[in-house]
């Protein structure tokens, strides 16, 4: 099985309701969830949530909902253990990509790419921005083996998918969410 996890956690604390705030007219994790649809790989795409009202957006938008333990939906626990946690529940998965519930910017194409290279590198494919190479916070790829053994996502079989600079925005602040609506608009326009 080929399986989408995306986390998506109640407790944002610098945008208070990130995953579901209205971004260009519809809840920010919706772009998510449909990019991973439009993508055609998955066969199954759940949303990894501690929330009612999230886990409510992503049934409205076709993802499937996987309720977090409580000390997953903690400030210290990151994105790969939640991802990892998730596929482990569901079991009998071949392959997990973990995308970003605040990622708008996010190609179809992009996803498509890192499974591509994941099936070549044989662990893990990560969305980079470039230029300069940095975090595009937009998916991770991983496979069985990586899952099961709990490989970091940085080692010699990782692969990494170029992600154009005027599509990168990490939102972890107001002032990022601002940036990344400018961002959008412009690549819309």
């Known amino acids: 099985m080929i399986l989408a996890v995306i ?4 407790g944002s604390r ?22 991973a649809m439009k993508s055609g790989l998955f066969d199954r795409i759940v949303v ?37 946690s998730a596929a482990q529940e569901i079991g009998a998965v071949d392959c997990v990509c ?5 990622a708008p910017l996010m190609s ?12 070549e590198y044989k662990r893990h494919a990560i969305s980079v921005g470039y230029p300069p190479l940095q975090d595009a916070a937009q998916f991770y790829w991983s496979t069985k083996t990586a899952i099961e053994e709990d490989v970091e996502y940085f080692d010699s079989f990782t692969a990494l998918v170029k992600i154009p600079s005027e599509r990168v925005c990490d939102i972890n602040t107001e002032q990022d969410w601002i940036r990344a609506e400018e961002m959008y608009a412009a690549l819309n326009n």
């Open 48 to 84: 990894s949530t501690d929330s009612d009202d999230i886990a409510s957006v992503a049934l409205h938008y076709g993802a499937d909902v996987v309720k977090r333990a409580p000390w997953l939906a903690l400030d210290e626990i990151g994105t790969r253990q939640v991802i990892f």
């Open 14 to 35: 610098r945008v208070h309701g990130k995953n579901i705030k209205s971004f260009h007219g519809k809840p920010i994790i919706a772009y998510s969830i449909e990019a």
């Open 98 to 102: 973990g995308i970003y519930a605040t």
């Open 108 to 119: 179809v194409h992009d996803i498509v790419s890192g499974y591509s290279l994941l099936n």
């Open 7 to 10: 986390p998506a956690r109640g």
